[in-house]
């Protein structure tokens, strides 16, 4: 029987006990295709995992699955734990069970000790036939209402097209024994193919990052751009997220050092964890940034415990996540001038890499999956990082610096590398993870320049001086760009990308040229972001002159009005107060000179 409904279109396999589950799930789901299945049998002795009905609704980016049991869930004292599991087939060799072979694994673990996970954990099977040996890839949302459990799973997790699934719930008595209850108990769930949704590409996305103190007028004009999308806050002097950013929609995250402590601890953590610390082949704590800070054993579970628990209480105090700051691969290839060289037995404590991997599976748990991205500083992309994280930012990107913060010389990177690296990169922001392209800068050249390197590929542009402890609004911080028409190609040595509204051109060489440009949409004039100057079509192209490493934006003149309007809006609301100010203060100063003139 097949009826219509306003949340998209119903299955119903069983009449059976599917009042209840439609009314409870009709609030929380979207359109989307939607199955109830009823589970014949009840010979489970336990309520607590005995499956009624299970609800099973399909969307573009997620699939959701609501499991009714005939009570809220909850551990017995004869039981040690119990699984509740989602095993989903994409019809190609996984872990058999029942009738079909299980590729990804979904499951909330329920623990008679107390100690139940938050989270809603996806596995993908990474064993030979028959062993029971799966990878995690990530997590999924998980919600609890009485008695039935809401599982909702990222389908950009899934690499194929999904074709089955069966649910399970098993459970280990203390005394060794297993009880399990399968639904459907006849055998898997065909489903419609399920194919991995493509990832929504960001575009026009900038991003704050500022570890400065609160700012209302600050945050209330990033809120006014309506661009930015994502803001990197230190916690210390900004513990809870500006309410400003998260009324304009604005993911905010906090800052996490987890290569070490500032040395002011150093004394404190020498008595209480010594075995935190790393050291130098000297013994000496081997420090960072200038002697600021030492590090620690990210091995040493207690100190992942410390780190994790700081990620906790800055979610509960409102951010969306963290950002990790420091992350090396191989801690034993830092050096100077920020870097003392550490001691890491590897021999011990094996590699690095699996340390940082599972602190990050720390968090996301701990955090019920909140956002985990992670400074790759300026090193190859790691293809196991972005497997359990949501991005990462590529700091120093175009625009570099070195020596005093305070006093920094500026530079540009190679561009060879630039683009071998951005091209790693792109392959996630495809993907859908963000990619943050930091950049840092003394004037409106260089931003402009690194803007358009960044909008060469899908990144969050971010633009500072090296303190962070300020923002500097160009005009080309403005731009918006609209949708890209297609990715960035080359014109001899010149890289381009078109977008709705504009261009952006980089030459990255150490010779000027002049190139011709035909834009794939009919434009008469684009405006020259470096000198504002327009430049004219001639039979459908346009010429373009640029001089050594440089780049500019081409941009439509309606794009251009419209930027330039929101600027002026944005001046006029920080520049009124301080207008008023002066015509008062100068009103008084007038006054004061008459009023003594007249006594005199």
């Known amino acids: ?137 990530g997590y999924g949302d998980l919600k609890v209402r009485d008695s039935i459990m809401y599982f909702t799973i990222p389908l950009n997790l899934i690499e194929k097209p999904l074709a089955r699934i069966l649910i399970c719930t098993c459970s280990k008595k203390k005394d060794g024994s297993w009880l399990s209850d399968f639904c459907p108990d006849v055998g898997s769930l065909p489903l419609k193919k399920i194919e991995k949704p493509k990832a929504e590409i960001p575009y026009d996305s900038f991003c704050l990052v500022y570890y400065g103190n609160i700012n209302p007028q600050l945050f209330d004009m990033i809120a006014r751009k309506g661009i930015y999308k994502l803001a990197i806050l230190h916690p210390d002097p900004i513990p809870i997220p500006p309410i400003e950013l998260k009324r304009a929609d604005i993911k905010v995250i906090a800052y996490l050092n987890i290569l070490g402590l500032p040395i002011g601890l150093l004394g404190r953590v020498e008595k209480e964890h010594p075995e935190w610390i790393l050291r130098r082949a000297d013994g000496e704590p081997a420090k960072y940034w200038y002697g600021q800070s030492f590090m620690c054993n990210l091995a040493i579970k207690s100190w992942r415990e410390y780190l994790v628990e700081r990620a906790v209480t800055y979610v509960k105090n409102g951010f969306d996540g963290v950002f990790l700051d420091d992350v090396v691969i191989d801690p034993r290839l830092l050096g100077p001038p920020l870097y003392d060289t550490p001691v890491y037995d590897e021999a011990r404590y094996g590699p690095w890499l699996d340390h940082l991997v599972e602190l990050v599976k720390e968090i996301k748990k701990a955090t019920n999956g909140s956002l985990v991205i992670y400074n790759a500083g300026w090193s190859q992309v790691n293809d196991r990082l972005l497997a359990v994280t949501d991005g990462l ?53 260089t931003a402009l320049n690194c803007f358009v390197v960044a909008r060469l590929f899908d990144f969050f542009f971010a633009f500072s001086t090296p303190d962070l402890q300020g923002f500097t609004d160009y005009d080309v911080l403005n731009i918006r760009l609209g949708r890209p028409l297609g990715k960035l190609r080359a014109i001899g040595n010149v890289y381009v990308r078109e977008y709705e509204n504009g261009i952006v051109v980089f030459n990255p060489s150490d010779k000027d040229v002049e190139i011709v440009l035909k834009p794939s949409i009919e434009v008469k004039k684009l405006v020259d972001l470096r000198d504002y100057r327009e430049l004219s079509s001639i039979n459908g192209t346009i010429k373009v002159r640029l001089s050594a490493f440089e780049g500019t934006v081409l941009l439509r003149k309606l794009a251009l009005k419209q930027g330039r309007v929101d600027s002026l809006k944005l001046y006029a609301i920080v520049g009124i107060p301080i207008v008023t100010s002066i015509i008062i203060l100068t009103w008084l100063l007038r006054s004061l000179k008459r009023h003594r003139g007249a006594k005199s």
């Open 1 to 137: 029987m097949e009826r219509e409904n306003m949340s998209g279109t119903y299955y119903l396999v069983s009449t059976i006990r599917c009042t209840l589950i439609l009314a409870m799930v009709s609030s929380y789901t979207t359109a989307g295709t939607m199955l109830i299945i009823s589970d014949q049998t009840g010979d489970v002795p336990y309520g607590e995992f005995d499956i009624q009905e299970v609800y099973v609704n399909v969307t573009k980016q997620t699939l959701t699955i609501a499991i009714r049991l005939v009570k809220k869930p909850s551990v017995p004292h004869e039981v040690a734990f119990i699984a509740y599991q989602v095993f989903m087939s994409t019809d190609e060799v996984g872990y058999p069970i029942m009738d079909m072979y299980a590729e990804y694994l979904v499951e909330y673990l329920m623990a008679s000790a107390g100690s139940n996970e938050e989270a809603l954990c996806i596995y993908k099977y990474s064993g030979k036939v028959g062993e029971w040996n799966w990878s995690m890839v």
């Open 393 to 445: 930012m590529l700091e120093s990107y175009l625009g570099c610096w070195r020596g005093n913060v305070m006093n920094p010389e500026y530079y540009y990177r190679p561009w060879d590398e630039i683009l071998r690296i951005s091209l790693l990169a792109q392959r996630y922001a495809e993907q859908g993870k963000i990619i943050v392209a930091l950049s840092y800068g003394p004037d409106r050249k």
